[in-house]
C-alpha cells in the first residue's frame, strides 16, 4: 500500500481514497516512516513501456521508543533479483550521534508576564560595536537567557503534565467519594491547571512540528512527536556524492570532501 502519489509510476492516477486508510492507520497507531537508502521503488509488475508501473509497496515504520533506543537505524533497498519486490536491508549504526537541536521560539512564551523582562534585560550590551556585530550579540544572548529562563518558569513540561494528571484523578476520586462544595472546587482548580498545561503543550509540539494546518482543538500530540522525530531522521546526512561520482557514507569521508569542495 502506498501513502502518497509521489511513490507510484505508471498506471492509473493515485485517487485520495486509495491512501487516506494508510495514511489514518498509521497515523492512529502512532508510527512514523524510518526513511530508506536505495531506489524509491520497491515493487515492478514485470511489463515494459505503457504497462510498466512502479510502487513503493514495501516500508519499515517504528514508533517513538524504537526511534530512541534504536537511532542509527537504516534501511537500504536492495535490488529486486529474481522477485518482483526489492529486498530490504535493516541495518544499525551504534556511532550515529544525536542531532544538535536548534534553538526555537516557542510562542506560548510571550503569555507569560515575565517574558519582555527577559528580553528587555538580555537585549541591553555594555560595549560598543559595528551594528552587525551588536545585533548578532543581543540575539547570542537573548537566545540564551530565554532557554534559561524557560527551563526555569516552565521546568518539564511533561513531567509537569504527567504530575498534574495523577493529581486530577486523585481529586476526581476524593469528589465521587465525597462530593462537597469545596471538594468540586478544588477538583476544578487542578482541572484548570491541567487545561492550562495541555494548551502548552499543544503549541510546544505545534511549533516543533511546524504544522501551520494545525486546527484549535484537536490534540493529537503524539502524532506531532513522531512527526518532528522523522523531520530530524531527514536532517540526517547519511551519504553524498563526490565529484568523481563515488559515494561517501562515512563520517569522516563525508566531512573531508565538504571541506574540500568549499575550499
Not at 502512532?30 to 505503457?50: C, M, P, V
Not at 509537569?160 to 477538583?187: G, Y
Not at 516543533?208 to 530530524?232: E, L, P
Amino acid at each position: 500500500m502506498i501513502c502518497d502519489e509521489e511513490e507510484k509510476f505508471g498506471g492509473l492516477p493515485v485517487h485520495f481514497n486509495e491512501i487516506d486508510d494508510f495514511r489514518h492507520c498509521i497515523n492512529t497507531c502512532n508510527l512514523f516512516d524510518l526513511g530508506f537508502k536505495g531506489n524509491i521503488y520497491t515493487w515492478w509488475n514485470g511489463r515494459a513501456e505503457e504497462d510498466c508501473i512502479f510502487k513503493r509497496l514495501d516500508r519499515c515504520l517504528g514508533n517513538m521508543e524504537l526511534q530512541q533506543f534504536w537511532p542509527g537505524l537504516e534501511i537500504n533497498h536492495l535490488s529486486n533479483i529474481g522477485s518482483d519486490h526489492s529486498p530490504m536491508h535493516l541495518s544499525y549504526n551504534p556511532n550515529a550521534g544525536p542531532i544538535k537541536k536548534a534553538f526555537k521560539f516557542l510562542n506560548f512564551w510571550i503569555k507569560h508576564d515575565t517574558f519582555l523582562d527577559v528580553v528587555k534585560e538580555s537585549w541591553h550590551a555594555d560595549f560598543q560595536a559595528s551594528p552587525f556585530i551588536m545585533f548578532n550579540h543581543k540575539l547570542k544572548k537573548m537566545k540564551k537567557a530565554l532557554s534559561l529562563w524557560s527551563k526555569a518558569t516552565f521546568g518539564d513540561i511533561f513531567q509537569n503534565l504527567a504530575s498534574l494528571e495523577e493529581v486530577v484523578k486523585v481529586h476526581e476520586t476524593q469528589f465521587e467519594l465525597n462530593p462537597t462544595i469545596q471538594n468540586r472546587e478544588r477538583l476544578q482548580r487542578v482541572q484548570a491547571d491541567l487545561i492550562r498545561v495541555w494548551a502548552i503543550e499543544e503549541d510546544f509540539w505545534k511549533k516543533k512540528a511546524g504544522m501551520t494546518w494545525f486546527k484549535d482543538g484537536d490534540r493529537n500530540t503524539k502524532h506531532f512527536h513522531a512527526h518532528v522525530n522523522g523531520k530530524r531522521r531527514k536532517l540526517q546526512l547519511k551519504r553524498i556524492q563526490d565529484r568523481n561520482g563515488i559515494w561517501l557514507e562515512d563520517s569522516e569521508s563525508i566531512a573531508n570532501d565538504v571541506v574540500h569542495l568549499f575550499q
